[in-house]
Structures are given as structure tokens and as C-alpha cells.
């Protein structure tokens, strides 16, 4: 978004909110970059397929996770991967599609004149059509009832224009007698929307999340990441109550968002891990050693792993598979997951992330005031221990 543009809007925006699509300002949205995109359906509508396979079965083999796309999926799939030949300037590196949302990694190789929010609106046109195509009950002017959270499913595997079509699993009807215009599973009709109503969208709701590709590693991190969503979301299915942000967690009088187990909380030995940045690194090593060894013991560290020390000791610990609690400078999303080596943690009952600050979008220097309410909290959870 171009500087001029954001402070001219910015007057009559409101009350900054957190947002996953808020553009980057600054950023030249038409020059030579990649991305990840995300979109979701309208409501979180689980439109696009189902996740199958086990979480624990090897990549490759035939019980690993993976997608069956509906025939809508499958369209929307088709769409992305030509997006090329609409913009001869962007190449099109992956697509994992989900139930209810999808994540795409494009490459703007050269400037062009349509900046990447135009590239995504054309891509959203053409799945409209095989949505109205698929669906005619569901009217073009249709503000769809959004279905509720606990009804979305997660991840799908990728498809490419190389590899074989996967599975089709038509979405049925959701009543007989709309058999001749079937209306999609999770998509009820409702009263048209005024034309100016930029609240929703048909088949994806309106605007979508971007990511800039900054630094060395970050590509493969995201690739990565497409790859093992199907696992992540069998993960999530298994053990819901330790991969599920809760917002409202009382811990000591305070309200905490949190994900993870919250058994640690009600574990009899907490230890604080509170570590000068002036150490000396012998006594690092010593206080390394005992706090590692009471983890052995059965303790649970707490600890906003701050400075180098405490990032050290916690490190130490989570590589060891030892019980942790995180305490976090931003809160967490409803719709938050821990990322990469976290998320197992989690599943594994072995840590817990918490913060008592609300979640925000935007990246912010820590204060010394910060630091001193996340150790004041690590104190309190640990007893003063």
C-alpha cells in the first residue's frame, strides 16, 4: 500500500484493529517478489474437500495425510495454477488447499502495471463462476450465513498441474428437495445484501492475508509449512482441547490467552527461569544444570525467555522434550496455531504458550515494562520460586 493512500485513509479507519489483511505499507504490491497468500471461504464454509489419512503415517505412504478435493476444490485449484496465463508475469510455486481456506505461494518475476490485490480479485472471479456454475441456488446478490467455527476442518494436501487428479467428492445437497439447484454443505440462502455492503464476499470472503519473502531459509520454511498442514490438522482433530486457543484463562487473577496444557499450570513444582543478560557464563552453566535437572525431576519451567540466557535454558529444555510454559509478549489469535516445532510440543502436552497481553497484528519493540510483567507473571506462577 502506498504511504499517500494509507494516511489518507487512515483518518476515517477508526480504531486500529488486529487484522491478518492489512496490506504493507510502503510495499510496491506490483514489483518483483514472492508471496504467500491466504484465503478463506465465506463463513469458513469447508467447500473445497476433506483431509484423509493418519498423522502418525510416514510422507509417501499410502495412509500419509492428504486431500480429496470436492469438484469446487478441484476448480478453485485449476484457477491458481492458471493464473499464469492470465498474468504471464507471475509464476505460481504451490497451493495447498483446505475445507474452509486455502494457502499459495506466487512469484512476481518482472513489474507489472496490476499490483497483486488485482491478481487475486481476477483469481476470485473466475472460482465465482464454478461456484454459481456448481451451486445456482446460491444467488450472485446472497449474503451466505456464516457456519460456526467448530464446523471448519483444516488442511489439504497440494495439487499442481504435474500431478494427477486428486479424488473428487461432490458436495451434496443440503435437502432433497434442492436437489435440482443444490445449495453447498455449511451455505444457506438469505435475503440479498445491499450493493454496498463490502462486509462479504460469495465464494471467499473479501480480501485475503499476504506474506513477504524476506530473508534467506523463508521460502523452504513456507513450503514446509503447506506440506505438513493435512498433519497439523489431524493433529488438531486428535487432541482438541491442547491445540485450541482459549481466550478467557484465569492464571493468578489475570486474563490469559493460551494454547498448549494446561495441566503445567497444576503441576506442584514451578520454577522460574529469570537469567541476568550480565551473567558470568559459569554461573550460567551452573544455574543451566540445576534448572535442567529439576525438569528431569518432574518440574515445570515458566519463563518469557527474554534475554540470552533464559532463551538458552529454555532452548536446552524444549530440545530435551522437559515441560515448559511460555509466557508471551502478544496474545493469541481464536484462530491462532503454534508454529513449526511448537505445534508438536503442544500435541505432546509438554508445553504451554499464555500471554496476558491482547493479540495484535503488527510487530512492536519489547519495553522494559513488558519484560517486567512477564517475569512479575513467571514469579507469581512459579510460586516466587
Not at 478441484?74 to 495447498?96: F, H, K, M, T
Not at 540466557?309 to 481464536?334: S, W
Amino acid at each position: 500500500m502506498k504511504r499517500e493512500a494509507y494516511e489518507r485513509q487512515k483518518a476515517f479507519a477508526g480504531e486500529r484493529r488486529p487484522s491478518m489483511q492489512r496490506r504493507c505499507v510502503d510495499h510496491d504490491y506490483t514489483g518483483r517478489m514472492m508471496y504467500m497468500v491466504t484465503m478463506t471461504t465465506e463463513g469458513r464454509r469447508p467447500l473445497f474437500g476433506r483431509v484423509v489419512g493418519r498423522s502418525d503415517a510416514a510422507p509417501g505412504s499410502p495412509d500419509a495425510p492428504r486431500t480429496e478435493l470436492s469438484e469446487l476444490g478441484q476448480r478453485v485449484a485449476d484457477e491458481w495454477w492458471g493464473i499464469p496465463a492470465y498474468y504471464p508475469q507471475v509464476e505460481i510455486l504451490a497451493l495447498q488447499m483446505m475445507p474452509d481456506h486455502l494457502h499459495g505461494i506466487l512469484f512476481i518475476k518482472e513489474q507489472m502495471e496490476k499490483d497483486l490485490s488485482r491478481i487475486i480479485r481476477g483469481f476470485k472471479t473466475g472460482c465465482n463462476r464454478h461456484f454459481r456454475a456448481l451451486y445456482p441456488a446460491v444467488a450472485p446478490s446472497a449474503s451466505l450465513a456464516p457456519s460456526s467455527p467448530s464446523s471448519s476442518s483444516a488442511s489439504l494436501a497440494s495439487s499442481s498441474p504435474s500431478s494427477p487428479s486428486s479424488p473428487s467428492a461432490s458436495l451434496a445437497p443440503s435437502s432433497p428437495s434442492a436437489s435440482s439447484s443444490p445449495v453447498p454443505s455449511g451455505a444457506t440462502q438469505s435475503q440479498p445484501t445491499k450493493p454496498e455492503d463490502r462486509t462479504h464476499g460469495l465464494l471467499f470472503a473479501r480480501g485475503f492475508n499476504d506474506k513477504l519473502l524476506l530473508r534467506e531459509g523463508q521460502l523452504q520454511r513456507w513450503l514446509d509449512y503447506l506440506a505438513d498442514n493435512p498433519r497439523r490438522l489431524l493433529l488438531k482433530r486428535a487432541r482438541p482441547d491442547l491445540l485450541r486457543v482459549r481466550l478467557d484463562v484465569d492464571v493468578c487473577g489475570r486474563t490469559c490467552s493460551a494454547v498448549g496444557n494446561l495441566a503445567l499450570l497444576s503441576a506442584p513444582e514451578k520454577l522460574r527461569v529469570r537469567i541476568s543478560r550480565s551473567i558470568d557464563p559459569a554461573l550460567l552453566e551452573q544455574e543451566k544444570a540445576r534448572l535442567l535437572a529439576a525438569a528431569r525431576a518432574g518440574a515445570v519451567l515458566v519463563s518469557p525467555a527474554i534475554s540470552p540466557g533464559e532463551k538458552a535454558i529454555t532452548r536446552a529444555a524444549f530440545d530435551e522434550g522437559l515441560p515448559l510454559i511460555v509466557l508471551l509478549d502478544n496474545g493469541l489469535a481464536p484462530l491462532q496455531k503454534p508454529s513449526g516445532e511448537r505445534f508438536r510440543a503442544c500435541a505432546e502436552g509438554r508445553l504451554l504458550l499464555l500471554s496476558p497481553f491482547p493479540h495484535r497484528n503488527h510487530k512492536v519493540t519489547i519495553t522494559r515494562q513488558v519484560c517486567e510483567a512477564l517475569n512479575g507473571l513467571a514469579w507469581e506462577i512459579s510460586g516466587g520460586r
